[in-house]
């Protein structure tokens, strides 16, 4: 067997997270039993939700535990095989985790999927037509429910989840406004990926001064919100927000060091009589074939173009990630590991 | 025609509200036009919605226009009518205002109904068995819908709204937990409305402390929340919510005098995957017939026996409202005018 590469969580941050709370370590690769394969990495995921995994207490998911490979999701190809489901050379998409090699029970239901690759280039699995992708179209179809006509603005809009939301809610016939950090974000979103406008936030000290902007660039009001950041921005849309608006909670990444949050005018949740409803993908296993289908087709058929952002080998993963939670990042994160 | 007594909004407060804001005035009653009634107001209702019109600018509501009479239901009897569908001696419930008398065109939908005296005294109609009643109605049943051995908390227990709430929620087979001002208050929820525990806000200086004494009060968390309150009591019990918890934001009474109300852990909607959701009683028309048919036959059959404050005569409506708004009341606030 090969020997691996591994990243694990050494540490658990107090405050930021930085690279001495990871550490990359040598291992051998144990040999394969009976419905298990052997899959080799091509690509790793880093994903904002992979901080709220290396603080210890309550949050929706067990912490990451220290010492061992950093979880993640990754696309690669199958090299050995003791499972009937699997043949060497299959492109797969897993939980593979921050790490060369993994070896998955093949036969546990939902731990390695074969994916298609004709039309769909293997690393958007872990994008656009993954985890991220369907994120995006949960929170949108499910939650914001958006009509024709109506104004959906979306945080975070350049990245993985946040620029799925926009080209979904186009589709669906709204305005759609994003916000994102940077002026070559925001022109990505608008010339790339087809939002009617996008507000840099960078550009923007305060609320106040973000809300105006909001002001001008929906001049409807916001009829439904997809938020991954809270904070200042999430402060500036409820001021738009019209009556009976609808606000998907996917993300807080502001507020993963720790650091209190809190949301300025929560009584516009009752003047406006707003719905504010948080979520996490994986509960909502129903809506991954709907959401992979329609996500899958604007992919191949080149309407939507997801961005990707490529760091190099399996230690620059640590750099890649605290620069994603502050949104160094241009689309989607990944780690090319071949 | 009889002389009438009225008060209007003489001013908008900045800040707190007080007595000089509202002017006590004689004026005559206009004679009736056809299809029109006088009626005799026996109770008016004080509400804490009512703080919200005085201001001017955004809200769920146009504000109370000054020098004009403020807004408020009524209760009381036909005196004159030109209408066909109302006699004199009908008891009646409307919203007639803060005010003896009130001319009322009777033809049009909703403004004036015919109740029925025999079981429910005419009081009542404000209060259980009116729009704070549907109001707890449609909180509880239509966004928390609790499931029987679910835990439903709500603030301001012993008023008009909360008392219906924990009634309501005891009938669906839940553990009630109420929170309010005051020994006395808390008392009244258990003993006489049938909660099964009552937390005095007023005993716990911070967030933190009333959550504690929630957790107490609530072993396997709280899976729904009527609130009334905002600010504190909000933070603590929202520290408590379990995943999928269902919140109906019914008040913020805390942030009616316009000071800034933040929400301290936003967060935990995305953690806990909770659901947030504000409404307004009059726009959901079709909830107050099944509403005022079971709240109608909780307190005729006395499973149900509202508690409220009155007090006596026109001119002390603007100090009990002001006591309302600080929790000085004990149950459903009424001025008697007869």
């Not at 914001?144 to 016939?173: D, M």
Request: contains cysteine; aromatic residues 6%.
């Amino acid at each position: 067997m090969p020997q691996n590469q591994v990243i694990v969580l050494a540490a658990r941050p107090q405050g930021a997270a930085g690279p001495e709370h990871f550490r990359l370590q040598s291992q051998p690769t144990p040999d394969l039993q009976d419905g298990q394969v052997l899959v080799r990495h091509h690509y790793l995921s880093l994903d904002p939700y992979m901080r709220g995994r290396m603080n210890e207490g309550k949050s929706y998911a067990a912490p990451q535990p220290l010492g061992e490979v950093m979880i993640g999701g990754t696309v690669g190809e199958v090299v050995q095989s003791r499972s009937p489901r699997f043949a060497v050379g299959d492109p797969v998409v897993g939980m593979g985790g921050w790490q060369i090699y993994s070896v998955v029970d093949a036969e546990q239901p939902g731990a390695l999927r074969k994916v298609d690759t004709s039309h769909v280039p293997l690393s958007h699995y872990l994008g656009a037509v993954g985890m991220p992708g369907v994120t995006a179209w949960h929170g949108l179809v499910r939650i914001i429910e958006p009509q024709a006509g109506q104004t959906v603005a979306v945080s975070a809009a350049s990245g993985a989840v946040g620029s799925a939301v926009g080209v979904l809610a186009k589709a669906r016939g709204c305005r759609v406004v994003g916000i994102a950090g940077g002026a070559d974000k925001c022109d990505y979103v608008v010339r790339e990926l087809g939002f009617d406008a996008c507000i840099d936030h960078r550009a923007h000290a305060d609320a106040a001064a973000l809300s105006k902007a909001l002001k001008a660039a929906c001049p409807n009001g916001i009829d439904g919100y997809f938020e991954n950041v809270g904070g200042k921005v999430l402060d500036a849309v409820m001021l738009r927000m019209n009556a009976f608006g609808r606000i998907a909670v996917c993300g807080m990444v502001a507020g993963y060091d720790g650091q209190p949050l809190p949301m300025a005018y929560p009584a516009l949740i009752l003047v406006q009589r707003l719905k504010v409803q948080g979520f996490i993908v994986s509960e909502h296993i129903q809506d991954w074939p709907p959401a992979l289908k329609e996500l899958g087709q604007l992919v191949g058929s080149g309407r939507f173009r997801p961005r990707e952002t490529v760091a190099r080998g399996l230690e620059s993963a640590p750099q890649a990630f605290l620069g994603l939670l502050q949104g160094r990042n241009f689309g989607k994160q990944l780690v090319r590991l071949l």
